[in-house]
């Protein structure tokens, strides 16, 4: 009985822990592949793959493509702060191929905006009737203690929490319809400023060197191993789903190595391998 209520004592304490981290700004800090959450709901960006609408739904296991988005520069302008939105579907059916969000002139009315799913790549092509419907720029809100946006006294946050889009003949629509349901299609209008959290799925790698034979440990309890090195990485790192790196290591030619993550909460990190010819990173578990 007293093992019983042990093990309960311990889950309550996991989700509430589990509960107070949701609650703090996510926010967008590096290219990566995100889930994208509306503040004060439980619900996400997701893919119908049967309408292809853009909607608001509760989140779905795992790294489902429906509801993990990459989020980048965009490639078309290189400013600084315009992004793509972007998934590869092939997973689910390869004749899908990859789609990315933006919208369309009938789904702009003024700064009321409908943000939709759209079939093939990122459009760059000037002359394309299409081109700048899927630019979409990352700005920062203004939340309190509480997370709540645009309230008096707030401060901005350490980071990108909202999200415009770019269209043609319109200074910028914002993230500004909290959804209230499941179903809700994504709108963006001209009012206030709500907070989009930038769930962190896994970092962007630009793999160029070979990790074939790296290993890491996964789940994890009070050490983390990194085996297979090779002369390329040069450090590793622990970073959380915030986007902040929580244990740094320099290496400099070890083939295996040990970091102490005892301190760490219980949780999911990012694991990422650095060197002059790349990055690559993968996602764990803290037990």
């Known amino acids: ?4 209520l042990l093990k309960l004592t311990l889950m309550v304490a996991v989700l509430f822990s589990a509960a107070a981290t949701y609650a703090q700004p996510i926010l967008y800090t590096a290219p990566g592949k995100y889930k994208l959450g509306a503040r004060t709901t439980d619900l996400f960006m997701t893919i119908n793959i049967g309408t292809g609408a853009l909607e608001w739904q509760q989140e779905l296991p795992g790294d489902d493509p429906t509801q993990t988005f990459t989020v980048q520069d965009h490639v078309m302008p290189a400013s600084a702060g315009y992004v793509q939105i972007t998934t590869d579907l092939t997973s689910i059916n390869p004749a899908l191929g990859t789609w990315r969000l933006g919208t369309t002139p009938a789904l702009v009315n003024e700064k009321d905006i409908t943000v939709t799913a759209l079939p093939g790549d990122v459009i760059t092509d ?31 946050a350490d980071g990108n929490n909202a999200l415009f889009i770019k269209v043609p003949g319109e200074g910028g629509s914002r993230f500004g319809v909290i959804p209230t349901a499941a179903g809700e299609l994504v709108q ?8 989009l959290d930038y769930h962190l799925v896994e970092l962007l790698s630009n793999e160029t060197f070979d ?13 983390l191993t990194v085996k297979g090195l090779t002369a390329d990485v040069n450090k590793v790192s622990v970073y959380n789903l915030l986007g902040s790196a929580v244990l740094t290591k320099s290496i400099s030619g070890e083939a295996t190595i040990n970091l102490n993550v005892s301190s760490l909460a219980t949780g999911m990190y990012i694991v990422k391998l650095e060197g ?6 993968k996602k764990i578990i803290k037990q």
Not at 188 to 195: L, W, Y
Not at 211 to 223: M, Y
């Open 276 to 281: 002059a010819n790349g990055t690559f990173s």
């Open 1 to 4: 009985m007293r093992k019983q």
């Open 211 to 223: 990790t074939s034979s790296v290993f890491i440990s996964n789940p994890v309890n009070d050490q």
């Open 126 to 156: 000037i002359s394309d009737p299409a081109y700048e419907y899927d630019q979409f720029q990352r700005r920062k809100a203004k939340v309190d203690a509480n997370g709540d946006a645009d309230s008096e006294g707030a401060n901005p």
């Open 188 to 195: 963006f209008d001209g009012g206030g400023i709500d907070v």
